[in-house]
């Protein structure tokens, strides 16, 4: 069994701390949930999430929560759903925003030919890797770290 206690992360924010502060980790689970806190001012620019519904839930601070165009405040103990295919984008408050999401597991690496076949130089795996969490990206076209929204790197060819 895997779990934290909200109140012990929340308690005392180190200055300055962000990105994912706790994560379901189990291989073989179904679900994928974590605790991700925002700087004061820190945003993340509007996106699409095409592959899961995603359940938000204030945890402390505040902050904005745009989603489809429609902008939303955010306050401790809110509960949000976010569709999947919905252009959604968060900025952090002035005292920094910690959120609790939680979303069906993506697809995993699947063995086979992507589709449309890309002709040129293979991509290189390297910028997967979130600079800010530093969480391996698994999606082929992620733009965005799963766990703490900020923006991948630009894909580059290999060699």
């Given at each position: 069994?895997?779990?934290?206690?909200?109140?012990?992360?929340?308690?005392?924010?180190?200055?300055?701390?962000?990105?994912?502060?706790?994560?379901?980790?189990?291989?073989?689970?179904?679900?994928?949930?974590?605790?991700?806190?925002?700087?004061?001012?820190?945003?993340?620019?509007?996106?699409?999430?095409?592959?899961?519904?995603?359940?938000?839930?204030?945890?402390?601070?505040?902050?904005?929560?745009?989603?489809?165009?429609?902008?939303?405040?955010?306050?401790?103990?809110?509960?949000?759903?976010?569709?999947?295919?919905?252009?959604?984008?968060i900025g952090a408050g002035p005292d920094g925003?910690?959120?609790?999401?939680?979303?069906?597991?993506?697809?995993?690496?699947?063995?086979?030919?992507?589709?449309?076949?890309?002709?040129?130089?293979?991509?290189?795996?390297?910028?997967?890797?979130?600079?800010?969490?530093?969480?391996?990206?698994?999606?082929?076209?992620?733009?965005?770290?799963?766990?703490?929204?900020?923006?991948?790197?630009?894909?580059?060819?290999?060699?």
């Amino acid at each position: 069994m895997e779990g934290v206690t909200l109140t012990s992360l929340v308690r005392e924010p180190v200055e300055g701390q962000s990105g994912a502060l706790w994560r379901l980790r189990r291989r073989t689970r179904q679900l994928d949930a974590n605790v991700v806190r925002f700087p004061a001012g820190h945003a993340v620019a509007a996106h699409t999430e095409t592959e899961v519904d995603v359940l938000v839930v204030v945890v402390a601070g505040g902050g904005t929560l745009t989603v489809g165009g429609t902008a939303r405040e955010l306050r401790p103990g809110m509960v949000v759903l976010v569709p999947r295919g919905k252009a959604r984008g968060i900025g952090a408050g002035p005292d920094g925003l910690t959120l609790l999401t939680a979303h069906r597991r993506r697809t995993g690496l699947r063995i086979g030919r992507r589709s449309p076949a890309r002709s040129g130089p293979p991509e290189c795996a390297v910028h997967l890797v979130c600079g800010s969490c530093h969480r391996h990206a698994i999606e082929v076209d992620a733009r965005y770290c799963s766990a703490c929204g900020t923006p991948l790197p630009e894909r580059r060819a290999a060699g």
